[in-house]
């Protein structure tokens, strides 16, 4: 088995606290056509190079039904910076345009299968996977940018056609496994990562 949610796999449930203070599981998007669902954090420079560009993605895509949720399941005693405290400063500071959630115990990450910050995974009407991987191709410096697979998949997805490319390798840090070295990832994972 894949360490990773797979193309046409079910989008799995979550119930965890968020920076607005309220908890979120996936039927707290019903209301939403499309689903995004993307592990992020507080350091990475791959997602600091990236947020602004998806933010235009998400204000972009809002009007077609799109809602993002970030989740950060970063260990905090990895990096204090990912706790919960930082993560409210962040969104406070910043206004990011998605849902901010914590996922303290990491079940969340180890159920998608996320490898790194960020992560996107692409969710239609039904819920299930249609593109998983990067945003775009240069997320630590978005002035090099040359492909945004995300928006070329929603843009897609909105538009009634086919997902094109379903799977690319998502570019970042190593989510932070707690109890374990900053570069540890899942063996199991270990084979996906070019």
């Known amino acids: 088995m894949a360490f990773t949610l797979e193309i046409g796999e079910q989008a799995i449930d979550f119930n965890l606290p968020a920076t607005d203070g309220k908890n979120y599981s996936l039927s707290s998007f019903k209301d939403a056509k499309y689903l995004v669902v ?36 970063n260990s905090a005693n990895t990096y204090e910076t990912d706790d919960f405290e930082h993560m409210k400063k962040r969104m406070e500071e910043h206004k990011f345009p998605w849902k901010y959630l914590r996922d303290e115990s990491q079940e969340v990450a180890l159920a998608y299968g996320a490898l790194r910050t960020p992560h996107f995974y692409v969710f239609d009407e039904d819920r299930k996977l249609v593109y998983t991987g990067r945003g775009v191709d240069n997320p630590r410096d978005t002035s090099k940018m040359k492909v945004n697979d995300l928006e070329r998949a929603l843009d897609e997805l909105t538009s009634g056609k086919p997902v094109s490319v379903q799977v690319t390798n998502p570019i970042g840090c190593n989510v932070k496994w707690e109890g374990k070295d900053k570069h540890w990832m899942p063996p199991e994972a270990c084979d996906l990562v070019l």
């Open 38 to 73: 993307f592990f992020t954090c507080n350091h990475c420079p791959y997602v600091i190079g990236s947020d602004e560009v998806t933010r235009k993605t998400v204000e972009k895509f809002k009007p077609k039904g799109v809602e993002f949720v970030g989740i950060n399941s």
